[in-house]
């Protein structure tokens, strides 16, 4: 048939047709293993830019930290391009994005990417924001900056610091998807350092926000406050410091914060005759003195809680037909020393006399009892305090944006010592308070405590007294422990007018649950417990160039505790009295037999200039 001999028919005439096709395969072949090694060239280099943003986001952190707000705004810029570059390096991968998303294990390694990639970019926004915020304090510019603009610098600082945690929680969420699942090489790395970073910086950040929230509240964001502002002398000394000589009142309004009035305390008392507690109803160191006195508000804090001293002080205040009070505030002469370290010398016009940072103690000392033989009166030398005290926190108050950051790092470092403490009867800002420590109230810990604390009558010798704490924990192979603490006090400055005999109303709070042993010295009286420390009470006189001890024994059914079989924690927290140095721990732990050290042993003496918080850990050799 004609047909039959058509060319395409024959064996030949096929070939030209399965070349096309072989040609297309081929083609196509090409095509896939281009596609397959530009994905696997993005993929590798989404990668590489996640590790770069990591990294930069570390050192941000570190910048941050270092208060280097220009540094860290670098790398947080660096970072966000290079979690923005994973994002377009995956895109890159064209058709086999789709797919490595349903392909087992790889979509669990392309899952892993891409939440890393959205953390860490809702990370660095969020961190810029914060950066940028925080640069008004940190890097203020040159000049006097009113405080009303420190106010409104830290209200733009808390709406970035409430980005930043909503970001945190983002992101931790995005990080805590992707438990269980196998992630591999560089992915499975960073998923592992976020996880144990994401927690500990959201935790600073939250922290840093309702702290924030509450010192605006304090200032008087949303609405005028009224704070009374003590001073404690720890020459005469007090369970929480020393006695309360002067005061005034800090007024927050209008984003101003303002000083007004400020005098000695015996005028107030004495214009103020109805605003005590009657002898019968006072602590025991006024109750059993002799004869009972009365508690009046320079005695306010004859109790080792600042809060429960604090709400008493508001209290004779407003009994006293003074308008109520938001808070009461307290610093010692350690305070003052800080501040001025920052602000440098001030001026005390009516004494003649320029006070800085290297002789404020001295100026201090000077005017409560150094200069008895000028003859200088009671009320002149509390004066000299009242002026002191007003004319720094004048000039604290005046402090220009350049010195803002030095003077909060110098606050925060004495409230850490207890050199200031607050109370406020808003919950928001005493709830931040209490999570600081910086409340002054007595801690609530377990294990082993200690914690003397001192009320001082007609002497004004406590600066120069030392006390050397002997103590010995015998321990119970369950946890149990016979605790002895001898407490030696020392005065060894010579007889003066304001060196006689150092009577004291020395109080010991011990361990939680704790009881005192027989083998103590008798006390005078058994005190109401404070944060569950149970507390005992003696009266013991140092006078000039001698010493008196106390000896006090607590039988404390849970001193140490078992972590896990065989290992014991036994946790310290040893107070000193506040705003005092030279004082000295001798510490003495015997281990049940058969029983060693797991780490480093306590050391046999340390210095008291610092409260003493540690833990060490034995158990069974």
């Not at 010579?494 to 109080?507: H, L």
Request: no cysteine; glycine share 10%; charged share 20%.
């Amino acid at each position: 048939m004609p047909g039959s001999q058509h060319p395409e028919t024959t064996t030949e005439g096929a070939r030209p047709i399965t070349d096309r096709r072989r040609l297309v395969v081929l083609g196509g072949a090409a095509v896939l293993v281009l596609v397959l090694l530009n994905g696997a060239y993005q993929a590798t280099q989404a990668v590489r830019a996640g590790t770069r943003g990591k990294g930069a986001l570390i050192r941000a952190e570190d910048q941050l930290n270092a208060r280097q707000p220009r540094q860290a705004r670098q790398s947080l810029t660096e970072a966000h391009r290079a979690f923005r570059q994973v994002r377009r390096n995956l895109l890159s991968t064209g058709p086999l994005l789709p797919l490595a998303r349903v392909i087992p294990f790889v979509r669990i390694q392309t899952r892993g990417v891409e939440a890393f990639a959205s953390a860490g970019e809702a990370l660095s926004t969020a961190g810029l924001g914060l950066t940028d915020s925080a640069s008004a304090l940190l890097e203020p510019p040159d000049g006097h900056v009113p405080v009303s603009s420190a106010v409104d610098s830290l209200r733009r600082v808390h709406t970035s610091l409430q980005a930043a945690v909503k970001a945190l929680d983002q992101a931790s969420a995005r990080v805590a998807a992707l438990n269980g699942y196998r992630l591999v090489g560089p992915i499975g790395a960073a998923r592992e350092d976020l996880a144990s970073r994401l927690p500990r910086i959201g935790a600073r950040a939250a922290s840093a926000e309702d702290g924030l929230a509450a010192l605006l509240a304090f200032a008087g964001d949303s609405g005028p406050r009224r704070y009374l502002f003590v001073s404690q002398n720890p020459d005469e000394v007090r369970p929480t410091g020393g006695f309360i000589g002067t005061y005034g009142i800090l007024v927050a309004e209008d984003h101003q914060l303002r000083l007004d009035r400020f005098e000695g305390i015996d005028d107030w008392i004495a214009g103020h005759p109805d605003a005590v507690v009657p002898p019968a109803q006072a602590p025991s160191a006024l109750r059993f003195s002799s004869p009972p006195a009365r508690q009046t508000l320079a005695n306010a804090n004859a109790v080792p809680d600042w809060p429960q001293a604090a709400a008493l002080a508001a209290q004779l205040w407003a009994k006293g037909g003074e308008a109520p009070v938001d808070g009461v505030l307290s610093v010692t002469p350690g305070f003052l020393a800080k501040v001025l370290a920052v602000l440098g010398p001030v001026q005390v016009p009516a004494y003649g006399e320029t006070v800085d940072a290297t002789n404020v103690r001295d100026r201090f000392d000077f005017y409560t009892r150094q200069n008895e033989a000028q003859a200088v009166t009671d009320k002149v030398r509390k004066a000299f305090v009242a002026e002191l005290a007003q004319a720094v926190m004048s000039q604290l108050l005046a402090a220009p944006a350049s010195q803002w950051d030095g003077v909060a790092r110098a606050i925060g470092d004495a409230f850490d010592a207890r050199l200031a403490m607050a109370w406020s009867t808003d919950a928001q800002v005493s709830t931040a308070l209490a999570e600081r420590g910086w409340d002054g109230a007595l801690p609530v810990t377990e294990g082993d405590f200690f914690y003397g604390a001192e009320f001082q009558f007609e002497t004004k010798s406590g600066g120069g007294l030392r006390r050397t704490y002997d103590h010995q924990v015998d321990l119970h192979a369950d946890g149990s422990a016979t605790v002895t603490t001898t407490v030696t006090i020392r005065n060894p400055q010579p007889p003066s007018a304001f060196n006689n005999t150092s009577v004291i109303y020395f109080t010991a709070y011990g361990p939680q649950g704790a009881t005192l042993d027989p083998a103590s010295d008798k006390a005078v009286a058994m005190e109401a417990p404070i944060g569950g420390h149970p507390a005992a009470g003696w009266f013991r006189g140092a006078g000039p160039l001698s010493q008196a001890t106390v000896k006090v024994v607590w039988d404390v059914p849970n001193l140490a505790r078992q972590t896990r079989p065989g290992t014991w924690d036994l946790p310290l927290h040893f107070m000193g009295v506040p705003d005092h140095t030279g004082d000295n721990l001798n510490l003495t732990v015997n281990l049940p037999d058969g029983w060693r050290w797991k780490g480093p042993a306590p050391p046999p003496s340390v210095s008291l200039d610092a409260d003493i918080v540690a833990a060490w850990t034995a158990g069974p050799a």
